[in-house]
């Protein structure tokens, strides 16, 4: 991975290019009161009062130039408003004139993120855009930010013949040693025991591709417990209600609510925040054999409920099922689900807009708060409990799936809420995790959501 403190330095007054910023509304008086050369590379170059518009200016020097971008307000930067400059500009180092970049920094970092792990090394990429600031806790943070966001966007954009259950443990393990944690990893036997939902799903996987459940627990025992849990499905078939062609094309990203867990643990335990870590992810791959669970198969739940597995391309909440139960036995006080679950949530919401389903008013309202500071974009979903009589079964406690197309999202929200513990707040993600198109900061491609809400409302609650 590229070493992205080279990416954002110190500002010690070093050459660089100039960064102007305009805003959209004083885009006229900035055009007027440019000299003539300015206004004619602005027009040559179609400079317009629109968001990421920009254009190089000559200066009084063959070699002097500087760059204008247009952003919508300049005294509240987002992460994304330098973003398109850091993919398009040359190689160098630059400067923002007259203020800090900001939030700025991390989109600068992520705009220059490439996943090319199955591609030929490209001998004539462009180096490094350098950004400078002369505030160095904006910058630790950024680095650290962005870190992350490369690691997540790189286990999800990986295949599933190089992701699967074993390789997410491999990553456990890795955060785990990184951090001196402690990973627990159960599998075989034991889960077939002790989580019955999990075995259901991801028993039909194959030798080295069994289910399991991976455990990070970190941190000091007399610190409020928080419970992070990521849906783990490393590719979805759909089992014996095999999804189609088309929609089982990115089903590699069935994994995205483990990557995102697996990041947010990692901020947690990166800067230490005084909590009882404890990161759950059940990882299995939804396979399809003789032993693949059939509709009408009978489940035992960890916490005793019998489930009727109604359709099992309806699988992630079983194994979050399974992991919110484990986690409810240590009594957290938090718990944040992250989930790529429903359809249906990107049917309501669209792909950019995270779905959030909360069982306390002060959380969502936390939540939502850190959505709008961080541009990290969700709607709070309802909780919906008449819908509950959507997933009441024949012949066991409930099914897993209602029947029918509407509320799709809601009824698997109030499916997980049944085995979230009884004391404690509890956010679920429904998350898309993917750029169907790029933007800037934001490749084609696996994408972080909600992952900077969260970590603020972890850090607002506990860091000092």
């Known amino acids: 991975m590229t070493d992205l403190s080279t990416l954002v330095q110190p500002d010690r007054g070093q050459a660089a290019r100039t960064i102007h910023l305009i805003d959209a509304k004083g885009f006229d008086a900035w055009l007027s009161?440019?000299?003539p050369r300015h206004r004619a590379a602005a027009a040559a170059q179609k400079l317009a009062?629109?968001?990421y518009s920009s254009a190089i200016l000559p200066g009084d020097n063959p070699e002097d130039w500087a760059v204008v971008s247009v952003v919508n307000n300049v005294d509240r930067l987002?992460?994304?408003?330098?973003?398109?400059?850091a993919e398009t500009l040359p190689e160098g180092t630059y400067r923002v004139e007259g203020r800090e970049p900001g939030k700025?920094?991390?989109g600068w970092l992520t705009a220059q993120y490439k996943f090319d792990r199955y591609k030929k090394k490209d001998l004539k990429a462009q180096g490094p855009r350098v950004l400078l600031t002369g505030d160095p806790v904006k910058m630790e943070e950024a680095v650290r930010m962005a870190a992350v966001t490369f690691k997540l966007r790189d286990r999800i954009n990986t295949?599933?013949?190089?992701?699967?259950?074993a390789d997410l443990e491999a990553a456990a393990a890795d955060l785990a040693q990184a951090y001196g944690a402690a990973l627990t990893v159960t599998k075989g036997a034991e889960v077939e025991k002790g989580y019955g939902m999990l075995w259901a799903v991801g028993k039909a996987a194959g030798e080295g591709r069994e289910p399991r459940l991976l455990e990070i627990e970190w941190g000091n025992p007399e610190h409020p417990r928080i419970a992070i849990i990521g849906k783990g499905v490393c590719f979805d078939t759909g089992g014996l209600d095999i999804k189609p062609a088309a929609g089982m094309r990115l089903m590699k990203k069935d994994m995205g609510g483990a990557a995102h867990a697996l990041a947010l643990a990692?901020?947690?335990m990166q800067n230490r925040l005084p909590v009882r870590l404890h990161m759950l992810v059940p990882a299995v791959e939804n396979a399809i054999n003789g032993e693949a669970a059939r509709p009408g198969d009978v489940m035992i739940s960890r916490k005793g409920i019998t489930v009727e597995n109604s359709n099992t391309d309806a699988e992630g909440r079983l194994i979050l099922g399974?992991?919110?139960?484990?986690?409810?036995?240590?009594n957290p006080e938090l718990v944040f689900d992250f989930a790529t679950l429903t359809g249906a949530a990107r049917v309501a919401l669209g792909a950019d807009l995270q779905a959030l389903f909360a069982n306390d008013d002060t959380l969502a309202s936390e939540l939502l708060a850190a959505a709008e500071s961080e541009y990290d974009p969700m709607w709070r979903m309802p909780?919906?409990?008449p819908y509950k009589d959507l997933l009441k079964s024949d012949v066991a406690d409930m099914v897993n799936a209602a029947e029918g197309p509407f509320g799709g999202a809601i009824t698997a929200a109030l499916f997980l809420k049944e085995f979230v513990p009884d004391k404690a707040q509890w956010a679920h993600l429904d998350i898309f995790c993917w750029n169907g198109a790029p933007k800037p900061g934001r490749p084609k491609g696996a994408e972080a959501v909600s992952l900077r809400a969260t970590w603020k409302v972890l850090k607002d609650r506990y860091g000092s």
Do not use: H, R
Not at 78 to 85: G, I, T
Not at 159 to 165: I, L, Q, R, S
């Open 159 to 165: 295949g599933a013949n190089d992701m699967g259950p």
């Open 266 to 268: 990692e901020l947690v």
């Open 49 to 51: 009062p629109t968001g």
């Open 78 to 85: 987002s992460p994304w408003c330098l973003a398109k400059l």
């Open 104 to 106: 700025a920094l991390y």
């Open 33 to 35: 009161a440019q000299p």
């Open 322 to 330: 399974d992991a919110l139960t484990k986690a409810a036995e240590n």
């Open 383 to 385: 909780l919906y409990d």
